[in-house]
T-cell receptor
Framework: AQTVTQSQPEMSVQEAETVTLSCTYD???????LFWYKQPPSRQMILVIR??????QNATENRFSVNFQKAAKSFSLKISDSQLGDAAMYFC??????????????FGKGTRLSVIA | EPEVTQTPSHQVTQMGQEVILRCVPI?????FYWYRQILGQKVEFLVS????????KSEIFDDQFSVERPDGSNFTLKIRSTKLEDSAMYFC?????????????FGSGTRLTVV
C-alpha cells in the first residue's frame, strides 16, 4: 500500500519569506498523482497544487510551486512571499493511477505552518 | 465557484445514537467520497461511491456505516450506533472523474462529537 510521509510536524516562516514543506511517498506504481491541500483554521480542505507523475515539469500556482523528484519519491511544496493567510495545516496526498478505479487519496499527517508578521 | 455543501457544521450526539451527515456534491460530479479526521490526526479515507454503489471502502467503514444518494443530489453518511471514537471531522468530497488530475473538491466538514 502507498504511504505518504511528512517529516515536519510544524514549520514557521517570516512574512514575505520563502518556506519549503517536505513530503515523501512510497509506491511501486509508475504513474500517479500528487497533491498538496491546505487546511486553515476553518478546517476546510483546499486544493493548493497538483502534480502528474508522468510530467517532469514541476507544477506552479502563483506563489506555490513544487519540487517533484520522482526517483527520490519526493514532492516538496515551496511557498514564496509568504502571507499571513498562508498559515494553515498542509497535507500532502497521493492518488493511484487512473486505470486503478475510483481510488482514494492517501494523506500524510500534515505540517502546521505558522507565518510570523 | 461551485462548492460541496455539508450539513450540519457541528453535531453533538449521545453514544449509541444514529447520526446522518449530509452532503450536496457539485452538480456535474459523478464520484463521491467520505473522509474523516480525528482531531490532530491525518485525514483518513472512509468510502467512495459511484453510480449508486460503493466503489471502495476502508477498514474503518464497517457495518456501522452506510452511505446512500437518496434523491440524486444529496449524499449521506449514516452511523448507526455512534461510539466515542467516532468523534471526528467528517469531510465529503466529490470529483468530476476518477482520473487523479481532477483532484477532489472537499466540503467544509461536519464536526461530530459523541458524548
Amino acid at each position: 500500500a502507498q504511504t505518504v510521509t511528512q517529516s515536519q510536524p510544524e514549520m514557521s516562516v517570516q512574512e514575505a519569506e520563502t518556506v519549503t514543506l517536505s513530503c515523501t511517498y512510497d509506491t511501486s506504481e509508475s504513474d500517479y498523482y500528487l497533491f498538496w491541500y491546505k487546511q486553515p483554521p476553518s478546517r476546510q480542505m483546499i486544493l493548493v497544487i497538483r502534480q502528474e507523475a508522468y510530467k517532469q515539469q514541476n507544477a506552479t500556482e502563483n506563489r506555490f510551486s513544487v519540487n517533484f523528484q520522482k526517483a527520490a519519491k519526493s514532492f516538496s511544496l515551496k511557498i514564496s512571499d509568504s502571507q499571513l493567510g498562508d498559515a494553515a495545516m498542509y497535507f500532502c496526498a497521493y492518488r493511484s493511477p487512473p486505470n486503478s478505479g475510483n481510488t482514494p487519496l492517501v494523506f500524510g499527517k500534515g505540517t502546521r505552518l505558522s507565518v510570523i508578521a | 465557484e461551485p462548492e460541496v455543501t455539508q450539513t450540519p457544521s457541528h453535531q453533538v450526539t449521545q453514544m449509541g445514537q444514529e447520526v446522518i451527515l449530509r452532503c450536496v456534491p457539485i452538480s456535474n460530479h459523478l464520484y463521491f467520497y467520505w473522509y474523516r479526521q480525528i482531531l490532530g490526526q491525518k485525514v483518513e479515507f472512509l468510502v467512495s461511491f459511484y453510480n449508486n454503489e460503493i466503489s471502495e471502502k476502508s477498514e474503518i467503514f464497517d457495518d456501522q456505516f452506510s452511505v446512500e444518494r437518496p434523491d440524486g443530489s444529496n449524499f449521506t453518511l449514516k452511523i448507526r450506533s455512534t461510539k466515542l471514537e467516532d468523534s471526528a471531522m467528517y469531510f465529503c468530497a466529490s470529483s468530476e472523474g476518477t482520473v487523479g488530475k481532477y483532484g477532489y473538491t472537499f466540503g467544509s466538514g461536519t464536526r461530530l462529537t459523541v458524548v
